[in-house]
């Protein structure tokens, strides 16, 4: 069965519903020992399967060098969406996150040209800020002029913004972002309005987030998106009684299909080191949506239990 795609808002590209976040590729020891013959096998995998957004950052280690080296000869096959105003210098693994962020001219520009070169290619079809900084910040530091001067040089085609509350509103009224990468699960339906809302304004919707990083079976698996707390998702899922909604669908294609069903989503990237969950994930983005009627009956439990959007 071939995976649906949608049109990236106004952008014109068409793109899988269902996306790869390479962040799991960051290895150690921020991230799972990941051996790079692995990684590459996973990244052509993606790509056989029909996925053809792929989501990156300089933020997420080895994963663009990895992307180059073992799919930047499949260039041609996968809209290639990366990050700005990531620190480019070393950190000590201990140092908290997020890194300290510079949305000043000369670093994004420093950090597009390296991961341009880091994947082999000669332009980035989406650069999203990162960490959504503020309105006031980006204007200050002059990032969007720089972002528009980068796109008139062939280097990157659209602008994105990876937002969130409180600052995504006035980036969606800002009206110069051709995309956005914004959280929503079943686990956090904090800006399911605000997905509507961006793409009403024309912008693709690229949510991330999805699965609560896979499937809601055992404890790490309970850790959502933005640093959600083991003990808020599992406990979001049973005030909200959706166990018995389940019907003998597992919780992670339950989990994934509720967010394919945001009838705004484009794509929604979904990050895995692991072959097996990247297979799971795509055999329940192949079956689609929730029926709307259970969609909807999700939503009225989680409303009620006391999850809604803001």
Known sequence: MAIPTRQL???GAEVTVLGYGAMELRGAPTGPRVEDEDAGALLNSVLDSGVNFIDTSIDYGRSEELIGRYIGHR???YFLASKCGCPMGAYPPETPRPLPHDFSPDNVRAGVEQSLRRLGTDRLDLVQVHISPSRAELEAAGTIGCLEQLRTEGKIRFIGMSGTLPNLPDHIDMGVFDAFQIPYSALQREHES???QAAAAGAGTVIRGGV???????EKDWQGPLGLGAGVGRERWADADLESLLDGMDRMAFVLRFTLSHPDLHTTIVGTSNAAHFRANLAAAEQGPLPPDLYEQAKRRLSEAGSDPV
């Open 212 to 218: 609560a990083r896979g499937a809601p079976s055992d």
């Open 75 to 77: 260039r041609d096959e």
């Open 9 to 11: 808002g106004n952008t």
């Open 194 to 196: 605000l997905i509507s």
